[in-house]
């Protein structure tokens, strides 16, 4: 992003689906207790940034979607390593 000295870039506000997309690893806070919502939790402010910062809408996608998909699998090797 680019910035000048002395001027505050105005913060991007997102859609309600963007805020949704944004919130999907929260659903692990129902699958996983109090881990999954501690990952999912990590995912969905890891998300909510790269919306703000990544201009490309596609790429916004995209990176969110395998940030989402990595939480997911990271919450299933925690739940194998508990076995």
Do not use: C
Not at 19 to 24: D, E, R
């Amino acid at each position: 992003m680019d910035s000048q000295p002395g001027v505050t870039p105005t913060p991007v506000k997102l859609t309600w689906y963007q805020h949704a997309w944004t919130a999907l690893p929260l659903v692990l806070i129902f699958l996983g207790g109090a881990v999954g919502g501690a990952i999912g939790g990590a995912a969905w402010a890891a998300n909510h940034q790269v919306f703000r910062r990544t201009r490309d809408p596609v790429l916004r996608y995209v990176f969110t979607g395998l940030t989402s998909g990595g939480a997911r699998a990271t919450r299933a090797v925690e739940v194998r390593g508990q076995s």
